[in-house]
Structure formats: C-alpha cells, structure tokens
C-alpha cells in the first residue's frame, strides 16, 4: 500500500545502513516477544548486507534466520541461497543464530515444500523483517512471471508456507514462501541496486497486470509498508 524510498550514494553506505535497521528490528522483537524472526533473499544483491549484518551486536541466539525462497538444490550447489547464507551471514555474531533450511533432501520439490512448511511453521506470524529481491523480469522471492503456482503464491487467501514454482526464467524448480507469509513482515524492506533495477521498479510501479510483474504485489497489496532500499 506504501512505499518509502531509501537511496544511499553506493552499496557499501545501503548495506551499512540496512543492516543498522534490520538489526534495531531484530532487538525490538527480542524485548517484545523473547525471540525474532528475519527471512531473507538470495541472489547477487544481498552479500554485502549479509556481511555487515553478521557483525552487528544483538542476541543472535534469539533470532530465527530462513530464506524467502531456494533452489531446489542442495546446500553445496553454487547456486544454492543456503550457501550464500551460509559463506556470508552465519558467521561473526550471527553464527549464534538458528538457521532454517527451505530445501530438504526429499524425494520431489512438492515433498520439500510441504516438509519446509512443516518445520518452518512456528516463525513468521508474522517475520520480524522480511528482506525481498527483485530481478530484472519483476519477480520478487520466487513468484515468477509465467510460474506454475504463481496465482496461487499471489493470492492473499494462500495459507502461510512455502509452495513449489517452475518457470522459464527461474531455472530450478523452486521453492518459496507464499505472499501471504511475506507481506506483513514488521520491517518489510525491497533491497535492489542499479540503475536497471531503478528502471524496473518504475515499470513495476506503473499499471500493469501483477502476473506480469509479480513484485506489484508485494507493491500494491502488502499489509506493511514496503521500504525501498536502493543504491546505483
Ligand atoms: O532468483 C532470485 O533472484 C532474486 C533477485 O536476485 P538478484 O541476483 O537480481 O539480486 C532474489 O531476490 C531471489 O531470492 C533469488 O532466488
């Protein structure tokens, strides 16, 4: 329903700052409610926040740490958000943190999501923080344009959990926290550097079908305001 634009001069100042934010966020759940949950994105965008956020100072051994959304791959694939996680945020303070794994060693990518579900089921009632990418075609965690499950991952009447996707753009079989699970995160933050990125946020933002450009829904429907964090 809202969006707040964060600009910062470069990546280096955005990850900083973001990372002050997220961890303040982190801090009030624990005083509130004796532990936090954050569930982050993969891709290129997020590494140098993950690092400054592993090095901030909160009871990290309160905090819940899952993904958005993952390959179905394991964690020793390259491309595996896990890994990512793993080589840059749960370490320094943050190695202290619980980490929970969307992939699972199961027999299907259906089976994974339903076990994923099941052992995520105690977080994210709503996420402390909730940190979304975007790529370049409008999709935000792994609600694809084209995806096979993405009217269901976009309907508001989906119950929280993690559903399969497959698409043309996505590579892998995926698996992904639902909108509903998502869009009502205490800090709600949309993390995207670039110009290009800048230029598809302002396509997103225009009228258009949210099948075509997914991240409209988290724009336009999200119970949270969405705070924008961008850097060239
Ligand atoms: O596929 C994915 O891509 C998006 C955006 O990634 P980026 O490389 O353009 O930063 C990411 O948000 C998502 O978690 C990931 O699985």
Redesign the pocket.
């Known amino acids: 329903m809202t969006a707040n634009m964060h600009a910062f001069a470069n990546g280096a100042d955005l990850a900083g700052k973001l990372a002050d934010k997220v961890a303040e966020t982190l801090s009030a759940g624990i005083a509130a409610r004796g532990s936090a949950s954050i569930a982050v ?6 590494k140098a926040f993950f690092q400054a956020l592993s090095s901030r100072s909160i009871d990290w051994g309160k905090v819940t740490i899952t ?5 179905f791959v394991p964690a020793d694939n390259p491309r595996s ?1 896990h890994l990512l996680v793993q080589e840059n945020l749960l370490k320094d303070k943050a190695a202290a943190a619980r980490f929970l794994p969307l992939y699972q060693a199961a027999a299907s990518v259906e089976e994974a999501a339903a076990i994923a579900t099941e052992k995520t089921k105690a977080v994210g009632h709503p996420f402390d923080v909730a940190i ?5 075609d409008g ?4 609600f694809f344009p084209g995806g096979s499950n993405l009217q269901t991952a976009l309907d508001p009447n989906t119950p929280r959990g993690i559903i399969t996707m497959e698409a043309e753009g ?2 892998e079989p ?1 698996l992904t926290f639902t909108f509903s699970s998502l869009q009502d995160a205490r800090l709600l933050v949309l993390h ?2 670039g110009e290009g ?1 800048k230029d598809v946020l302002a396509k997103a933002e225009a009228a258009g079908e949210e099948t075509e450009m997914p991240i409209r829904a988290v724009l336009r429907r999200a119970a949270s305001p969405v705070e924008i964090y961008w850097a060239p």
């Open positions: 994105s993969g891709g290129s965008t997020p993904l958005v959304d993952e390959r958000n979304l990418g975007m790529g370049n999709h935000t965690a792994s996505a590579g995926r995207i550097e990125k």
